[in-house]
Every structure is written in C-alpha cells, then in structure tokens.
C-alpha cells in the first residue's frame, strides 16, 4: 500500500510561488495516477491537478497556466510547482493516489495529511 506525506506549503505573498512535494512510501509508485486536491475554510475540497504514466496531465480551470504537476518515478515523487500564487489559492493541499486518474476524489483511496499554503495579499 502507498502512503503519502506532502511538504513545501508555507506563506508567500500573491505572485510568488511554491513547490510542493508529495512522496509516496511503498511499492509500484508508477503504477497510480498522483493528484493534488485542496480545501479552504469552509469549502469542498476540489481538485487541482493530476498526473499517470505516459505524459497524460489534467489541471483545474482556476489553476491552468499557474501550476505544474509533475512526477519523478525513480524518487516516488510528485511535485505541484504553483507560480503567481494568488490569495484564493489558499488552502490545504493533500496529495492523492489512485488506480485511475480523473477530477473526481473519489477515483484516489490514497491521501496524504496535507500541507497548509497561505497567500497573503
């Protein structure tokens, strides 16, 4: 089974920019399509972006053109490089796990505990 423990969050100012990380312990990393969902306050968690083997990636609207999923196999890895970070981005991050790869939360049975960003104005 995949575990999942993510990291970079912090505070940064609107128009600056984050890496997240996600790393994943256990076995056929390669095998699961990764994404990354976050929260605010008193909100729905929705999606962000998703990433599987062979090069297929899927952002949200409200991200598209900002953020970057990427994922590094040899090091069960994946990253969410977030650029011009603005103040509605903030929020929790989790990074998700999956045997399919879709916007939907409930394709991914893998979560980790997430990682704040806050983006001050």
């Known amino acids: 089974q995949v575990q999942l423990v993510e990291s970079g969050g912090g505070l940064v100012q609107a128009g600056g920019s984050l890496r997240l990380s996600c790393a994943a312990s256990?076995?056929?990393?390669?095998?699961?399509?990764m994404a990354w969902f976050r929260q605010a306050p008193g909100k729905e968690r929705e999606f962000v972006a998703a990433v599987k083997n062979g090069g297929w990636i899927y952002y949200a609207d409200s991200v598209k053109g900002r953020f970057t999923i990427s994922r590094d196999n040899a090091r069960n890895t994946v990253y969410l490089q977030m650029n011009n970070l603005k103040p509605e981005d903030t929020a929790l991050y989790y990074c998700a796990a999956g045997g399919a790869a879709s916007a939907r939360s409930q394709s991914y049975d893998r979560w980790g505990q997430g990682t704040q960003v806050t983006v001050s104005s």
């Open positions: 256990g076995r056929s990393f390669s095998m699961y399509a």
